[in-house]
């Protein structure tokens, strides 16, 4: 069985403990026995020999974290993860740059990690690197974060798979941002009448952007995923050398409030209707993209113009697109799809782990 601890349970890692729980009732678990033995949040953690009962779990706030749950502590909780038997993944489900640093301490126990966490992969070079020395024997400790990218679309896996096979990666290319999509996809089309402000509104109504849009806008959470792609592919990018084309206008940056920068955002509706205007005037859309060209050390983040027939053009709704231009695949590979959301995150977590129990055999491993 694989053991599986959830670091940092919100609406993610409790989108994972429904699909675990209604998996743990399928004809699926005899062949993948994959059980959560382990919780912890910012106040209490629960660590169990055995799995915690399906009832609990689907109540586990006041079942699980309730009042005889242990205070919080990360170094006793891997420390009795890796106490257990049987094989064991950590599962960090948070944001933090704390809770990466962690990660070689935990391998360096034998536990696996498995993360929709950027940090790891995309802050300084030395601490992926040390991951990757970690986790470099085929018998060891593994860590996968394909939901880093593209949350459950195969997107890590691909390059993956194109690295792994030798082919030569040319350039990769998309719309990485579900935020950023559904903002052009909408403002940016043949026909379209909103202002850009309104887009904006009405994406953060309807639950798009981040509490502040700025932090959608300023294109930071793009060039993570572009760092991340660009190290898996060989080449050595950094968010701090990365070009990023931050969309917010700079008298906005500053401004302490989410609802000041939305009252005034307006005041530069013409700013973005131009580029839009000569965008269309041209046959083109425009689109936020990020790119990967370690060939012609070309990496960049950038709003950029795409001619009406090119698949980022025809792109609808929230959705992600991702293009691998390789020696092999000169007209590009392309992934597309819902590339934002709890359930299809948790679903590329999910698919993680079952990379670990595939790997380890853990079908056959004893508890």
């Known amino acids: 069985m694989l053991n599986v601890a959830i670091v940092g349970p919100g609406l993610v890692g409790s989108a994972l403990i429904q699909q675990l729980v209604a998996h743990s009732q399928s004809s699926r678990f005899g062949r993948l026995p994959i059980a959560v033995i382990g919780i912890i949040n910012s106040k209490k953690m629960a660590v169990s020999s055995t799995p915690f009962a399906v009832g609990d779990l689907s109540e586990w706030k006041t079942k699980i974290l309730g009042d005889s749950a242990s205070a919080a502590d990360l170094m006793q909780f891997g420390s009795s993860l890796a106490a257990l038997k049987g094989p064991t993944a950590v599962v960090d489900c948070t944001s933090s740059d704390v809770i990466a640093e962690l990660y070689p301490l935990w391998l360096s126990k034998g536990l696996h990690v498995v993360t929709p966490n950027k940090k790891a992969f995309s802050n300084d070079i030395s601490l992926f690197r040390k991951i990757q020395e970690l986790t470099a024997s085929p018998t060891g400790p593994s ?92 080449y050595e990018l950094s968010t701090n050398t990365l070009p990023v084309e931050n969309i917010v206008p700079e008298e906005l940056r500053s401004i302490s409030t989410a609802d000041e920068f939305m009252a005034r955002l307006p005041e530069f509706d013409e700013h973005f209707k131009k580029l839009n205007d000569e965008a269309l005037a041209s046959g083109s859309v425009l689109r936020y993209v990020g790119m990967v060209d370690g060939v012609n050390n070309q990496s960049s983040v950038k709003l950029a113009r795409y001619p009406l027939d090119h698949p980022f053009a025809s792109l609808k709704g929230s959705d992600n697109i991702i293009a691998f231009t390789t020696e092999r695949f000169p007209n590009p590979l392309i992934v597309q799809g819902a590339g934002a959301g709890a359930a299809v995150t948790a679903f590329g977590i999910f698919s993680d782990l079952i990379k670990v129990c595939e790997r380890f055999d853990v079908s056959s491993a004893k508890i």
């Open 143 to 234: 860590i996968y974060h394909e939901a880093t990218v593209g949350a459950g679309l195969p997107v890590l896996s691909t390059l993956n798979d194109l690295v792994s096979t030798g082919d030569k990666i040319v350039k990769v290319e998309g719309i990485f941002s579900g935020t950023l999509s559904y903002l052009f996809n909408n403002f940016s089309i043949p026909g379209a009448t909103q202002k850009f402000s309104e887009c904006v509104a009405v994406a953060k109504a309807s639950g798009y952007t981040e509490p502040d849009p700025r932090d959608d806008l300023n294109g930071m959470d793009v060039a993570r995923k572009v760092t991340i792609l660009g190290r898996v592919a060989g």
